[in-house]
Nanobody, 120 residues
Framework: QVDLIESGGGLVQAGDSLRLSCAAS????????MNWFRQGPGKEREFVSA????????YYADSVKGRFTISKDSAKNTVYLQMNNLKPEDTAVYYC?????????????WGQGTQVTVSS
């Protein structure tokens, strides 16, 4: 069992930046994919970004491409999501999730989420 703890959310204005962190309680193996999802008010949870732990290849939803950057620190078992030029439509609870494929998360692989609110 690897627990994930997200942090870094907050209330910001449009155009501002935030960096989310997701720290794992144990080792993340090279076969894993770490994903970021978000769920806005009244919306379904949607894929935001992912990174292959082994190799570091990254993936982004079209809505965040060019504004968000996913990265990892293998020594710290931590994945980050740098969010720049935030927009009100980025308002959501952001979750990290550990899985075996892009956009897929193990049943017990979710963190508790961190709230991001972007005011216009």
């Amino acid at each position: 069992q690897v627990d994930l703890i997200e942090s870094g959310g907050g209330l910001v204005q449009a155009g501002d930046s935030l960096r989310l962190s997701c720290a794992a309680s144990g080792r993340i193996y090279s076969s894993a994919v770490m994903n970021w999802f978000r769920q806005g008010p009244g919306k379904e949870r949607e894929f935001v970004s992912a990174i292959r732990w082994g190799g570091g290849r990254t993936y982004y939803a079209d809505s965040v491409k060019g504004r968000f950057t996913i990265s990892k620190d293998s020594a710290k078992n931590t994945v980050y999501l740098q969010m720049n030029n935030l927009k009100p439509e980025d308002t959501a609870v952001y979750y990290c999730g550990r899985g075996a494929n892009i956009g897929e998360v193990f049943k017990d692989g979710w963190g508790q989420g961190t709230q991001v609110t972007v005011s216009s």
